[in-house]
């Protein structure tokens, strides 16, 4: 019987919706495996480049496959990049000697899952979907998978839904007990009710705008901000003397801070934004980005329906709107209290741990390994 080092490959560079929980897998699989060995691939262009080996993991490039949206000269071009990275992909795949591939979407989950598939590279297939609305490479990939599992209900995927992996940095994050390190970390006030604005790692235009315009406003109304703007934007907010800070920042290197210090966030809705505001218990307002397939609204819908947010349109954020929601809400510590009990119950603090063991029991169905 084949007791060789078990190797785990995942898929799911671009963004860091894609990359987080393709690392939080990775994470899991080496506590339950400490000999496995787990290599990512990604794009020279994406995230990844950064994050996988600060993580500790090997990365490996392969050309990427973006998927038209809508008929275009990119479309007919299509089939030449897919066969490229199809071929890059395999010769890693035999590389690494892979056991197991698991996609997590994004650019280079087709080419995976095409390659897993292929005579002389078949092995199995698990896939996992983040959002509301799953996107084509893992339809593509679910068809033939060992596994499919989905973050929340309604993806269109035949599949378990477990919630999406995160960090358990987040998970286990005791956003009480590390309150007064975090307000000091940012300079925020050690007392204030405080609210965290950020829109992604690039930051959000309207978000910016809005909640900028309502620094007057909430600092005279006691509440605290940080904002995390974007790298290449900026927020320009006049102190008012005597009253709580608003703390503007181009990037949260630490997320994990930022949870802890604040009692409400403003925020886009992609998929590990929300999976990681739940699960900490932060009751937020959640602003869809207002272009794309609307799966931005749909991932925040089963948060705010159980009572642990608010959505409010991109259109409909302003100034005005910011401190007739927020005052309120950060003025009330009953309601934020039960918003935050409500919120944490849709998370799911063991998703990385019930993926992990999909994927070793998808390998122990091929190779005969133990568990």
């Known amino acids: 019987m084949d007791r ?6 995942v898929a799911g560079g671009g963004t860091a919706g894609h990359i987080e929980p393709a690392l939080a897998l990775a994470d899991a699989v080496k506590r339950l495996r400490p000999d496995a060995r787990v290599t990512a691939l990604g794009t020279a262009r994406g995230l990844e480049t950064t994050l996988v080996p600060k993580r500790g993991y090997a990365l490996e490039l392969v050309p990427p496959v973006p998927l038209p949206r809508k008929p275009s000269k990119d479309l007919l071009a299509l089939p030449w990049r897919v066969l490229r990275s199809v071929r890059r992909t395999r010769q ?5 000697e892979a056991d197991v591939v698991v996609g997590f979407g994004g650019y280079v989950a087709l080419p995976a899952y095409l390659a897993a598939r292929m005579p002389g590279t078949r092995m199995p297939v698990v896939v996992h979907e983040a959002n509301a609305s799953a996107g084509i490479a893992n339809k593509v990939g679910a ?19 477990i919630g999406m992996p995160l960090r358990r940095a987040i998970t286990t994050l005791d956003r009480e007990a590390l309150r007064a390190k975090a307000r000091a970390h940012f300079g925020l006030d050690p007392q ?19 909640v900028a315009a309502a620094a007057g406003p909430l600092a005279r109304a006691g509440i605290g901000v940080l904002h995390a703007h ?15 800070p608003y703390v503007a ?17 403003i925020c886009r809705s992609g998929a590990m934004t929300v999976a990681e505001v739940s699960a900490v218990g932060l009751p937020a307002i959640y602003v869809p980005l207002p272009h794309g397939n609307g799966e931005q609204r749909l991932n925040a819908l089963p948060v705010v329906e159980q009572g642990g947010g608010e959505i409010v349109e991109d259109a409909d954020l302003t100034a005005e709107r910011v401190v007739e929601l927020v005052v309120p809400l950060l003025t009330s510590g009953e309601r934020l209290s039960a918003m935050s009990v409500a919120a944490r119950r849709t998370g799911h603090a063991d998703a990385d741990e019930t993926l992990a063991r999909m994927v070793l029991d998808a390998v122990a169905g091929t190779r005969g390994d133990e568990r």
């Open 230 to 244: 974007g790298p290449k934007n900026t927020v320009d907010v006049a102190p008012v003397p005597g009253r709580p």
């Open 249 to 265: 920042v181009p990037y949260l290197e630490r997320m994990d801070l930022a949870y802890a210090a604040a009692d409400l966030a």
């Open 143 to 161: 068809r033939h998978a060992a596994a499919v599992a989905a973050a929340v209900p309604g993806s269109g995927l035949d599949a378990r839904v």
């Open 192 to 210: 204030a009710p405080t609210l965290l604005v950020f829109g992604g790692s690039q930051g959000a235009r309207s978000l910016n705008e809005a």
């Open 92 to 96: 890693v795949l035999k590389q690494v």
């Open 4 to 9: 060789s080092p078990l190797s785990v490959v």
